[in-house]
């Protein structure tokens, strides 16, 4: 199977911790991440888990190279969308309680025959990320479990619902590295 880049189009105007997190997970899922669409001032750090573009991915790749992980694809991923495939490419973008169409708007738009979805459930960035990694190395869809939100508790009193999925595996949530103690210093 030919290599395939993880490519993350960023669609936040300012990298905030949370995001940072998202970002530094999935770039480790696929040893390393291209980050597109990048604003000023947001590249120095972001050089630290892989290469940074001002433009966009579509100026960076042909058409006939990319799939697009987009939640209102019509067709679901596989392993053989990966063949002749050069990157796969996530929105940097954090998500809403409920989806608001953002990545089919601002991402897919003309190429929504390269689009694929991961499953009915809104996934964070580092979900997809870890859900494309798993099928590029062989697992189907359907064989990967994901949850349909997960509740940490940050204290006794205090819970925090995240409605996003996010998966388990071999019997380990994989939850973003750092996301529980970024939740329990409030900000």
Known sequence: MRRVRLVIENLEPELSEWLYLE????????GGATFTSVPPGMGEKLRTLGEVYTQSFRELFREEEVIILDPRAEKPLTQEDFRKARAVVVGGILGYEKPRG??????????SD????LGKVQLSIDTAALVARLI??????????VTHEVEISLSENERVLLPYG???Y?????LTPG???YLAKGE
């Not at 071999?170 to 994989?174: A, R, S």
């Open 166 to 168: 996010y998966v388990v």
């Open 136 to 145: 590029y190395l062989g697992e189907r869809l359907e064989d990967i479990e």
């Open 23 to 30: 970002y530094s997970a999935a770039s480790h899922y696929w």
């Open 170 to 174: 071999e019997g380990k949530l994989m």
């Open 102 to 111: 953002r990545t089919a708007e601002h991402i897919t738009r003309e190429l």
């Open 179 to 181: 996301l529980v103690e």
């Open 114 to 117: 390269r689009a694929r979805h």
